[in-house]
């Protein structure tokens, strides 16, 4: 009896054996050879492109992101390769498939207006996107934009906007010190407290801003202060006008300059820029470089002087005889903080000053200035009031 059950019992365990050997050879593949067969997701960001969420939120801010190309949208060979990599590769559906949270304190829409690297910025470029930022911001279903921005360029195109925008909604423009590929990439914080900014009433009337590393600038006085590091955007004479602290902007500033909707210039219609030079003064100096943009066809020269924008003798002589042919000079100054103040001037010397503006924005104002006027009493008043 007992060797009848001894039996039964090795015949169930023997059948129980079985029956899990024939599931196990059954199965198409074990787990290890799931997991090494399942496909890779590709980190690259430039090989999936998404079209951007539609689905519409009433009760979210609509914000419209405009990419035009830069470090954030840039493609380097590896990940940690923070320097020598290409800038404006990735479009901006990439770049919002990489920030799914702007999604959730935003009704998002995008737009690829170009993409390049923004060292390679034009003035035909500056009035497409003035206009199509117009264009948008005129809208009742844009409540703000953020601008994707290389940074090289990005404080001349913030100031220009500053000027030219007639909206007091919010408009950021972001950029990224290292390209989306980095295993440190910035642009993606940097882009989420962009659209946490221009999603936010409290950013209304603050002026055309540049976002980068937490900090809120104002587009006038904001400027890049370190070639490559994260934290190379500062207005350090004037202080930044907030932060941004889990995703909220906190404004602490405001602009006292005349900007946006309180702007006079009008580009609706200009359709072409009066083209301005930009001189570095030097010791042992010339008039070399004044007479060959002369020669170009300049309107207006910037001369980034030395100190308080004084001139070398012999390009000053150089900017007097311009002058005297219609160029109207402004002096500016290399030195990186302070304003340049008025000197007495008398006929063969009218020269405006730069107030406080860096030499690449004083270009900025004084293009839009001579749309307006070439009286060099009249742009001085720009200059002192912008």
Known sequence: MRKTIKNRFFLIALSLLLLIGLTACSSPQSKSETIEKAPKTEMKSETVKKTPQKITNEELPNVSIIATGGTIAGVAASDTQTTGYKAGE???????????????????????????????????????????????????????????????????????????????????????????????????????????????????????????????????????????????????????????????????????????????????????????EILYGHGNDSRVLVDAAVKGGAKGIIHAGTGNGSVFPETQEGLVDAQKKGVVIVRASRVATGMVTHEATDETNKFVTSDSLNPAKARILLMLALSETSDPVKIQSYFDNY
């Open 90 to 276: 990735v479009a901006i559906e990439t770049l919002l498939d990489a920030v799914p949270e702007v999604k959730e304190i935003a009704n998002i829409t995008g737009t690829q207006l170009v993409n390049i690297d923004s060292s390679a910025m034009t003035n035909e470029i500056l009035l497409k996107l003035a206009k199509e930022v117009n264009k948008q911001l005129a809208s009742d279903s844009v409540d703000g934009i953020v601008i994707t921005h290389g940074t090289d360029t990005i404080e001349e195109t913030a100031y220009f906007l500053n000027l030219v925008v007639k909206s007091e909604k919010p408009v950021v423009l972001v950029g990224a010190m290292r390209p989306s590929t980095a295993i440190s990439a910035d642009g993606p914080l940097n882009l989420y407290n962009a659209v946490a900014i221009a999603a936010s009433p409290d950013s209304k009337g603050h002026g055309v801003m540049i976002e980068l590393n937490e900090k809120i600038g104002s587009a006038r006085d904001t400027t890049k202060l370190n070639t490559t590091a994260v934290n190379s955007f500062d207005s350090f004479e004037y202080g930044d006008i907030g932060n941004v602290q889990g995703s909220k902007p906190y404004f602490y500033n405001k602009p006292s300059r005349i900007h946006t909707s309180e702007s006079k210039f009008d580009i609706s219609n200009v359709t072409e820029l009066p083209k301005v």
